[in-house]
């Protein structure tokens, strides 16, 4: 007789199991009303319900697919489905039909967990994906023999769909196996806290085995996670080995959405990358209410070297993200997306979460380093406000104006430092009941923090003290560099990303902006003087189409950049630094790795070119 657990890690299922729903707060006010402006325009999310991860990234045939974790309503509840949108420039998106629903009577007739996409030797896109039955489903498959049982209240197997036609470039539909890839955990008995979210982490063919990462954990050990291997994608899948264990359970009892990658240097770094920190492990562990967590190390003969890395650390200084997944785009970029929550009760809005903006992963002296995609400049609208060269003192806060107006905004910034110990960005509430916030840098400590704070002007005349929320950390600048930041502000939600490829997403509601209205953003210095090198904040158009056909595919060689061709006035002189425009040159050409010296000899080599064919011509 299988005796039931209290289930140690139930990460995306709620933790008020009466009625199956998770929450981090009380019901939200049924009556109130939403506003058009009350949603993100430029960060993928269903049209309405509850959003969890992002699931099964990858480019197909030129075209970029992202599935997520999808349930009408704004809680989680059981019959989660796999939702589908797709783009082809990794920033204007179209919802597609939902690509993974459950089966009554079979293995996922309460659930199309979370997993993965990847594409075979044949071509054919496969998704991989835990598929959850509850024990008390009389019609659903039995539950496995005792020693694969693990005594949760729902039993977990691994299943996979492909496309049902291989013409359609939109893959629209999918069709599941018709039995599952591993019914059943191995025989470890209840000593498993759960095994879900497969990976696939090494490509097959060609004699070479498929690697498959399963999340995990071990009853007094603490998160784990298994290897699977198979000759074929698609069938002969068996346990192979534990990839690493944690030390202890500090790091979390149960592992959830595993994956293990090999990164590229970062386009700018100075020395060769350390073979021994190239992979990066990234776990989310227990439940979303704990941040996502990251190893830097390496990957010998099946294992990852847990005691020899860097890490843990955070994959984001936030409070937000959780259960992230990537893929390697065409152009051998490490793209991810992480699933960012709300701070609000379920019922609050007629949605909750969504995607973070695509980043790109890679290392840079030995440590993670993020960066928003290139590709995510274009939703800039004509509309920006920029100064440079401006000091800014304490007491005389700088305020971001005409012609900008809302809170659909992408903001750059570049300070130095004078006296001042912290630089700060003042966010203002748009209504009496809405959040303020506060973007922090402290100097001295390199610390970057976002403070969040409740707004009762009505019933207490103030600042609510005891709702403010705090996050954030250090973001490890070199000497005497300036703060270099990249703000995403869309509704309530805010992605900061540093110089030194460190970001912070969090929540922030404001509320509704009157029409016109400006967007209540302060630059402030505090203990003396900054100065700010330039700052350019434009508005956002929405990432979202009807027709995704009608969207014309990028040229194969088009190579997305940040170039940003403005207006001359008397306040945006000097905005293009020298830099700034040698890095974009060389970006665009590919040339990132050429020296100063190799770019002016090229361009020597192409001159001479020139006048040899005008001097034979003519």
Known sequence: MTVLRDHVSFGHLLQNEEDGAWSNGEEGN?????????????????????????????????????????????????GIDWSHAASKDLVHWQHLPVALKPTKGWYDADGCFSGCCVVGEDGIPTILYTAARRRDDKDAPAPPPSPHDLGLIF???????????????????????????????????????????????????????????????????????????????????????????????????????????????????????????????????????????????DYVNGKFLLENAIGPFQLDLGDILYAPNSFEDSQGRRVIWGWLQEKKP??????????????????????????????????????????????????????????????????EIVVERGTAQFFGIQLSHFENDGEGGFISYDWNTSNLC???????????????????????????????????????????????????????????????????SDPKIEFVAVGGDVKIIRAKVFEMSSIWVKRLEDQPLPAKDEQ????????????????????DCYWNVKRMCGLESLSCGKLLILAAVAILWFVVMWWMVW
Not at 37 to 62: A, C, K, L, T, Y
Not at 488 to 505: A, N
Not at 560 to 579: C, E, V, Y
């Open 560 to 579: 997305f950049d940040q170039i940003i061709i403005m207006p001359k006035s008397k306040d945006m002189q000097g905005f293009a630094r020298n830099d």
């Open 450 to 516: 976002f403070i969040n704070q409740s707004i009762h002007s009505k019933t207490t005349g103030g600042k609510d003290e005891q709702n403010a929320r705090v996050c954030g950390g250090l973001t490890y600048p070199n000497s005497g560099d300036p703060l270099r930041l990249r703000i995403f502000i869309d509704y309530s939600l805010i992605e900061i990303f540093t110089g030194t490829g460190k970001v912070l997403s969090t929540r922030c509601y404001r509320g509704s902006p009157a029409p016109g």
């Open 346 to 411: 379920p019922g609050y809005l007629t949605y909750a979460g969504c995607q973070s903006v695509p980043r790109l992963m890679w290392v840079k002296d030995l440590e993670l380093f993020q960066e928003p995609a290139e590709e995510m400049s274009q939703l800039r609208s004509e509309t920006f406000w920029g100064v440079t060269n401006v000091a800014l003192t304490e007491g005389k806060n700088l305020e971001v104006g005409s012609p900008v107006t809302g809170h659909f905004l992408d903001m």
């Open 155 to 297: 039993i977990e197997s691994q299943c996979a769909a492909q496309p049902v036609s291989g013409e359609d470039n939109l893959l629209k539909e999918w069709k599941k196996f018709d039995k599952p890839l591993l019914p059943m955990a191995p025989g470890m008995g209840n000593t498993l806290a759960g095994w879900r979210d497969p990976f696939v982490f090494e490509k097959g063919g060609n004699g070479k085995e498929w690697g498959l990462l399963i999340g995990t954990g071990i009853e007094n050990k603490g998160g784990s996670v298994m290897v699977y291997k198979s000759k074929s994608l698609s069938e002969g899948w068996r346990f192979d080995r534990f990839l690493c264990q944690a030390p202890s359970t500090n790091t979390g009892k149960m592992w959830e959405c595993p994956s293990l990658v090999k990164l590229q240097p970062h386009p700018t770094s100075k020395r060769n990358l350390n073979k021994a920190f190239e992979y990066l492990l990234c776990i989310s562990p227990d439940a979303p209410t704990n941040a996502t967590i990251c190893y830097l190390g």
């Open 30 to 78: 049924k009556d109130r009303q939403e506003t058009p402006v009350e949603r993100p325009r430029f960060h993928v999310m269903p049209e309405s319900g509850w959003m969890n991860d992002p699931n099964g990234p990858i480019q197909h045939n030129g075209v970029y697919h992202l599935f997520f974790q999808h349930n009408t309503g704004t809680r989680w509840s059981w």
